[in-house]
């Protein structure tokens, strides 16, 4: 029944990227005009890559304004992936995974409404106290019994801070404890 509703919940947000931007958000940035978008790649010392990303620069009213968009990468100097972003084109997280060391997914986010209360387009670029984001968050810990990862909590997180049903599970998949906040 868990994995049913999981894949329901992730074709429902695979259906629906733009579906996560209010109105009032599409209005805002309606206006915007993508001028460049420029791959972007920073480096350790040991010359390994620490982050990759995009860059994409909009113009609106003889202004330029830049942001991070689509996906971004930062990796440990080992070379393993660290944390795995996917921006939407304005600069904000539609999905995240960060992983450990060995490459185990330890968390994942995804993006599921995305709102601005802005009234302006400076005040949108220039800070981000004006954002509403509700997430699913998921978290991942390892069996010490099967020595693999397993779904460990599950809910809603909105503007950061844990809303609804929480869920947590013991490794063999059944439901541990159901917490509301």
């Known amino acids: 029944m868990k994995s049913i509703l999981a894949i329901i919940i992730l074709l429902l947000i695979g259906y629906s990227s733009y579906a996560q931007h209010t109105d009032r958000f599409l209005e805002l940035v309606k206006n915007l005009e993508q001028v460049s978008c420029k791959k ?5 010392k040991n010359r390994n890559v620490w982050w990759t990303m995009c860059w994409t620069t909009y113009e609106h009213d003889s202004e330029k304004y830049s942001t991070r968009t689509g996906e971004m990468v930062q990796y440990y100097k080992n070379g393993q992936i660290a944390h795995q972003y996917f921006l939407d084109n304005y600069g904000n ?4 995974k960060v992983f450990d060391r060995k490459g185990n997914k330890v968390e994942e986010y995804v993006t599921t409404k995305i709102d601005s209360n802005a009234k302006t387009l400076i005040e949108f670029f220039e800070s981000q106290d004006h954002m509403k984001f509700n997430t699913w968050t998921s978290i991942y810990r390892c069996s010490s019994k099967l020595g693999i990862p397993y779904l460990y909590k599950e809910g809603l997180r909105v503007n950061g801070n844990k809303n609804g049903v ?16």
């Open 40 to 44: 972007d790649t920073v480096f350790y």
């Open 93 to 96: 997280m539609k999905t995240m």
């Open 166 to 181: 929480w869920t947590t599970y013991y490794d063999n998949g059944e439901i541990k404890k159901e917490k509301e906040y």
